[in-house]
């Protein structure tokens, strides 16, 4: 199925590939690359002769149903490994003890260090655990590996790829023997992690962030989740100021409607003096005309 797949992708979209020479022939290797897309786990093993395991969450492989076991599949075609993730520190020891398993058997371990997807395109600061505890448990060299334009094609959120050539570059391996027995320093852990990550910053061409990718999505939601709350609060006040200013309006018509029918009744009344005025003339020129008479 591994074939089938990586056919089909090398087929539709035709990567673009450097340093696949960096690649052993045979041996263990780990091979650290940048995370831009969900399918930079298919790509990488698809230019690849050989098999390339990576980590997945072990959904993948226990969703029930006939859509679930398609999944299970798909996944284990393309080299997926299945670790529970319902504890954080259970889910990073299973993750490493994982990656050692697999380099023992002499096989390609695939490994992200930013340990999520980027979620804007930059490089974000490696995590030290699973990445420098299995190469200095192993004595695997690890291969820096950087996917290209993975994002355009299927980014965060996007169930449909677009078709377009993706890139990946892979560097020459990097050996930590000088650190060996040394995998619970956790100063050791970071110098080997930031040395990985310098590496594939090369080979990318990425802008380097220096928190975790994790702590930026985090960033991103909170300032997203703010915007909206300010949007809310926006409508909120002008809502407010044009049901005043309706009421204004509202108020200020009354208040016209007000003084027109006052201005009516004071019209009214000047008309009815006039005529009773008008009345009082004509009597009492009446009066005068028949006193001359008699």
């Not at 990656?99 to 096989?107: K, L, S």
């Not at 040394?182 to 110098?191: K, Q, T």
């Not at 309006?249 to 005529?275: F, H, I, M, N």
């Given at each position: 199925?591994?074939?089938?797949?990586?056919?089909?992708?090398?087929?539709?979209?035709?990567?673009?590939?450097?340093?696949?020479?960096?690649?052993?022939?045979?041996?263990?290797?780990?091979?650290?690359?940048?995370?831009?897309?969900?399918?930079?786990?298919?790509?990488?093993?698809?230019?690849?002769?050989?098999?390339?395991?990576?980590?997945?969450?072990?959904?993948?492989?226990?969703?029930?149903?006939?859509?679930?076991?398609?999944?299970?599949?798909?996944?284990?075609?393309?080299?997926?490994?299945?670790?529970?993730?319902?504890?954080?520190?259970?889910?990073?020891?299973?993750?490493?003890?994982?990656?050692?398993?697999?380099?023992?058997?002499?096989?390609?371990?695939?490994?992200?260090?930013?340990?999520?997807?980027?979620?804007?395109?930059?490089?974000?600061?490696?995590?030290?655990?699973?990445?420098?505890?299995?190469?200095?448990?192993?004595?695997?060299?690890?291969?820096?590996?950087?996917?290209?334009?993975?994002?355009?094609?299927?980014?965060?959120?996007?169930?449909?790829?677009?078709?377009?050539?993706?890139?990946?570059?892979?560097?020459?391996?990097?050996?930590?023997?000088r650190y060996s027995g040394?995998?619970?320093?956790?100063?050791?852990?970071?110098?080997v992690t930031d040395e990985?990550?310098?590496?594939?910053?090369?080979?990318?061409?990425?802008?380097?962030?220096?928190?975790?990718?994790?702590?930026?999505?985090?960033?991103?939601?909170?300032?997203?989740?703010?915007?909206?709350?300010?949007?809310?609060?926006?409508?909120?006040?002008?809502?407010?100021?044009?049901?005043?200013?309706?009421?204004?309006?509202?108020?200020?018509?009354?208040?016209?409607?007000?003084?027109?029918?006052?201005?009516?009744?004071?019209?009214?009344?000047?008309?009815?003096?006039?005529?009773?005025?008008?009345?009082?003339?004509?009597?009492?020129?009446?009066?005068?005309?028949?006193?001359?008479?008699?």
């Open positions: 199925m591994k074939f089938s797949i990586g056919g089909s992708l090398k087929l539709a979209f035709r990567p673009w590939v450097e340093g696949l020479e960096n690649i052993p022939a045979e041996g263990a290797a780990i091979l650290a690359s940048n995370h831009l897309s969900f399918s930079d786990s298919f790509f990488l093993p698809a230019i690849l002769d050989r098999k390339v395991t990576f980590i997945a969450k072990a959904e993948y492989f226990t969703t029930p149903g006939l859509k679930g076991r398609m999944t299970a599949a798909f996944f284990k075609g393309v080299g997926q490994l299945p670790v529970d993730r319902s504890g954080a520190r259970g889910a990073g020891e299973a993750a490493i003890k994982s990656g050692i398993d697999v380099i023992e058997r002499g096989e390609l371990f695939g490994i992200y260090p930013e340990g999520t997807r980027s979620p804007d395109g930059r490089l974000y600061r490696g995590k030290p655990g699973g990445l420098a505890r299995v190469a200095l448990a192993t004595g695997a060299p690890v291969i820096p590996v950087a996917m290209i334009d993975t994002e355009k094609i299927q980014p965060p959120g996007k169930v449909m790829p677009k078709l377009m050539r993706p890139g990946i570059r892979i560097g020459k391996p990097l050996d930590f023997s040394m995998e619970h320093d956790r100063f050791v852990l970071r110098a990985v990550m310098y590496e594939i910053m090369k080979l990318s061409g990425q802008e380097y962030v220096d928190i975790y990718a994790t702590a930026a999505k985090r960033q991103i939601a909170d300032a997203a989740k703010a915007e909206k709350e300010e949007e809310k609060a926006e409508k909120a006040a002008l809502a407010q100021a044009e049901k005043q200013a309706a009421a204004e309006a509202a108020e200020q018509r009354a208040a016209e409607q007000r003084r027109a029918e006052l201005t009516v009744v004071e019209d009214e009344g000047t008309d009815a003096k006039d005529s009773s005025d008008g009345a009082d003339g004509a009597s009492g020129a009446a009066k005068d005309t028949g006193q001359k008479g008699v």
